[in-house]
C-alpha cells in the first residue's frame, strides 16, 4: 500500500467535467480562498472506498498522499487517518491527532475540515482538555479557525456544549463567510439538542454577530420565530 496505489487508482476515477465545476464550487481562482487546488471530479463515496481499502497504510506514505496537489487525494488521506484513528489504541489517537495538527497546511478547504476534524481532534478531546482548540481559534488560519469550531461537533453530540459556545465567542465577529458560516451551523446543531442555550447566545452576541452566523444558527426554527429573531426581538 503506497502513495502511489492510492494516486493511480484514484486517477482512473477521475471526470474532467465534474472536475470543472468542483473548480468552480471550492473557489479555486485568482484571490479565492482556494487559490490554485486541483480538483479530479471524484466523488466523495468513490474516495471513501479506496481509503477503506487502504486503511493499514503507514503514515509516511498517507504523509505523501496528504501532501498531493489533488483535492481529492488530500481527502483520501484523511480518510484513511480517520479509519485507523477509529481502530487505534490510545498511542495511535494521540499520533495520529498530533500529526494532523502538525499538518493543517494540507487540510486547506472547508470539506477536508468538516468531513475529519470532529471524527480526529473532536472524538479524542471528549475527554481530555481542549486549550488546543482555542489556540487554533486565535489562530490567524481560517483553516485552523474552522478546525476549532467544527471539532466541538463531538461534544455537542454528548450534550457538551460549553466549548461550542465559548469558541463561538471567540469567532463570532469574524470577517470571514467560512467561519460565520461554520460557527452559525455548530449553533444550530447545540440548538438542535438545546435551543435555549443557542437562543441565549445570540440574544446575548445579537449586536456583533453576522447576519451569516445568525441565519444558520436558526435555520430550523419556526418561520415566525426566525421572523422575530432577526427582527431582535426574543420574547
Request: proline residues 3%; glycine residues 4%; aromatic residues 12%.
Amino acid at each position: 500500500m503506497t502513495a502511489k496505489t492510492v494516486t493511480d487508482a484514484m486517477f482512473v476515477l477521475a471526470d474532467h467535467e465534474k472536475a470543472k465545476f468542483l473548480q468552480r464550487f471550492f473557489k479555486t481562482g485568482k484571490e479565492e480562498y482556494a487559490h490554485g487546488d486541483i480538483f479530479w471530479g471524484i466523488k466523495v463515496p468513490e474516495t471513501r472506498v479506496i481509503a477503506k481499502v487502504n486503511k493499514n497504510m503507514p503514515l509516511f506514505e498517507i504523509e505523501k498522499i496528504l501532501k498531493s496537489p489533488i483535492h481529492e487525494v488530500r481527502l483520501c488521506g484523511l480518510f484513511i487517518l480517520i479509519e485507523q484513528f477509529k481502530k487505534g489504541n490510545e498511542t495511535d489517537k494521540k499520533i495520529i491527532v498530533d500529526y494532523y495538527l502538525t499538518n493543517t497546511q494540507y487540510i486547506n478547504n472547508w470539506d477536508l475540515v468538516d468531513l475529519s476534524c470532529y471524527k480526529i481532534v473532536g472524538n479524542y478531546l471528549l475527554d481530555k482538555p481542549r486549550d488546543i482548540l482555542y489556540s487554533l481559534a486565535k489562530s490567524q488560519n481560517i483553516w485552523e479557525q474552522r478546525i476549532a469550531i467544527v471539532s466541538t461537533w463531538a461534544f455537542i453530540r454528548q450534550n457538551d456544549f460549553k466549548d461550542t459556545l465559548s469558541i463561538s465567542e471567540l469567532l463570532v465577529d469574524n470577517p470571514h463567510t467560512l467561519i460565520q458560516k461554520a460557527v452559525g451551523w455548530m449553533l444550530r446543531e447545540v440548538s438542535k439538542r438545546n435551543e435555549f442555550e443557542m437562543l441565549q447566545f445570540i440574544e446575548k452576541h445579537y449586536f456583533n454577530i453576522s447576519r451569516t452566523t445568525l441565519r444558520y444558527a436558526i435555520e430550523k426554527l419556526p418561520e415566525y420565530q426566525r421572523k422575530n429573531i432577526l427582527q431582535g426581538n426574543f420574547q
